[in-house]
């Protein structure tokens, strides 16, 4: 039996105050003693339980409804066609076998959550993820031939990167774990592995496979089918493979899996040594993502991207493809450390006519390390050698402001504001820190110079600006 221990409690922090979390039965804050319940066994790090709850117990009951309501549909359609009777009865099966697990999993959220917030809850559009976790949890639990071959196809690269690039094996946080198969192979190479996920679902059939309970489940092929017995199989989900020879890596005192939002991670500072997005960047705007990963890895950690960039979010411009996404890691402070494109097939089924082949970006990007100094009034910066930049705007009258790229003497751009550009102007010829406040002054309104402080180290870090 495997059993959770007590390894990542030197490393959590309250999402409310910050403060350092203390364990004993489930967590709590040591400052403002706010409680983080475990919902059914699995650790939630939100900061509105509630909220969350009802808003999963929501998703999941309109997406039961919504495929109720289709078995109701399907079962009038096919009343009159005696010649399909075996395609029929296997998928009503399979329909109403998948609706009573996501019934449970609505039974055991409603359990934990009152009436006045499922009320207060609104309508989401049905849950994808719900539907995600029977393909996940078919390539990651169900020892078929093509989810092996697809995951020892991601972990393969996967591995080879963390051998040759990654020598701070202390942590990795798995991002959008899933059902968790990756996170488990994991184990292998660091010593703590945190996997964590926002949907409730995802992580409780994990720890119910990890404690040793198997679900069961349907595939549905509605199409694609060279047989009308393909529409859908029944699998089991297990956590130990059915055939010998392989072993999954000891991780009874190396994970811990928890609920909770990547965007509000329960981790202090720079105590991440790997940050692991598989299949997840897409997920989010990059915008968002990336403060975080820069906030939680330790400088000197990476972050290792491996997925296509098909994103399942509308806004268009937020899609990003593969250089912007490694332009913008570099203009946070970050370097590459491998990059390459691995081709593989993603959630295949035997079953199925349809395959579908990803080309899968693998990059890995080192957060720099890079020691800030303090600035004292008489500290004397000046912009370093090689400095040039480049003003770009356009005439509308909607576009207030230009674009002002700076680019370092290594070829790195970054677009700065009108006040670091002030900045640098005035630092072309070396100067105090005092003398530059005084400068800033007598232009802008400047109330506390430790903002000004900010924009400097955050120009030093950058090496545009050095000390004299
Ligand atoms: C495409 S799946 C990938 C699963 C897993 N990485 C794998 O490859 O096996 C994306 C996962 O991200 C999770 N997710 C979505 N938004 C999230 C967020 N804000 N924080 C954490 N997980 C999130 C989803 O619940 C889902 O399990």
């Known amino acids: 039996m495997i059993t959770y221990t ?13 403060a350092p979390l203390i364990k004993e039965e489930t967590y709590s804050c040591a400052v403002c003693h706010k409680d983080y319940q475990h919902l059914h066994g699995v650790p939630l790090f939100m900061s509105d339980e509630e909220e969350y709850i009802a808003g999963m117990a929501k998703q999941y009951a309109d997406f039961a409804r919504q495929k109720e309501t289709e078995l109701g549909e399907l079962e009038q359609a096919f009343e009159n066609r005696p010649y399909r009777q075996v395609y029929w009865q296997q998928l009503r099966k399979a329909l109403s076998g998948n609706n009573e697990l996501i019934g449970t999993l609505v039974n055991m959220l409603c359990e934990r959550v009152s009436p006045a917030a499922l009320l207060r809850t609104r309508s989401s559009s049905a849950s994808a993820a719900v539907l995600k976790d029977f393909q996940y949890l078919k390539r990651d639990w169900c020892w078929l031939e093509e989810g092996e071959l697809q995951l020892s196809e991601i972990l393969g690269p996967l591995e080879e990167v963390i051998s040759d690039a990654i020598s701070d094996r202390e942590n ?4 959008g774990a899933g059902v968790g198969r990756i996170a488990v192979e994991l184990c ?7 996997a964590t996920d926002l949907s409730f679902s995802m992580l409780w059939f994990f720890q119910q496979l990890l404690k040793g309970a198997s679900i069961n489940f349907h595939e549905i092929n509605y199409a694609n089918i060279l047989q009308d017995t393909y529409v859908a199989r029944e699998l089991t989900a297990s956590y130990h493979a059915p055939f010998s020879g392989y072993t999954l890596p000891e991780v009874s005192d190396k994970l811990f899996c928890y609920i909770s939002d990547i965007l509000h991670s329960p ?14 960047t897409d997920v989010l705007a990059l915008k968002l993502l990336l403060p975080e990963v820069k906030r939680l890895l330790k400088p000197g950690g990476v972050f290792i991207h491996l997925g296509p960039l098909g994103y399942g979010f509308e806004d268009v411009s937020e899609k990003l493809a593969a250089n912007e996404i490694r332009a913008a890691f570099i203009r946070a402070g970050f370097e590459v450390v491998r ?5 593989c097939n993603h959630l295949e089924s035997e079953l199925s006519m349809q395959t579908v082949s990803l080309k899968n970006w693998l990059v890995v990007f080192r957060k720099k ?3 800030q100094r ?3 009034d008489t500290t004397i910066f000046g912009v370093a050698e090689g400095i040039k930049y480049e003003v770009r705007g356009r005439l509308e009258e909607d576009i207030p402001m230009d674009q002002i790229m700076i680019r370092t003497a290594e070829g790195e751009a970054v677009i700065i504001a009108e006040l670091a550009f002030d900045i640098l102007r005035f630092l072309a010829a070396p100067q105090t820190f005092e003398a530059l406040i005084t400068h800033l002054d007598s232009c802008y309104e400047i ?20 000390r004299i």
């Open 374 to 376: 303090p600035i004292e």
């Open 447 to 466: 109330e506390a110079p430790s903002m000004i402080a900010d924009v400097l180290l955050h120009l030093e870090s950058l090496k545009v600006i050095n």
């Open 339 to 343: 990059e390459e494109v691995i081709t």
């Open 172 to 175: 990795i946080l798995v991002a």
């Open 369 to 371: 390390e890079y020691v």
């Open 267 to 280: 981790h202090k500072d720079g105590s991440i040594s790997a940050f692991c997005s598989a299949y997840f």
């Open 6 to 18: 007590d390894i990542a409690a030197d490393q959590m922090i309250c999402l409310q105050c910050g």
């Open 188 to 194: 292998g190479y660091f010593e703590k592995v945190y």
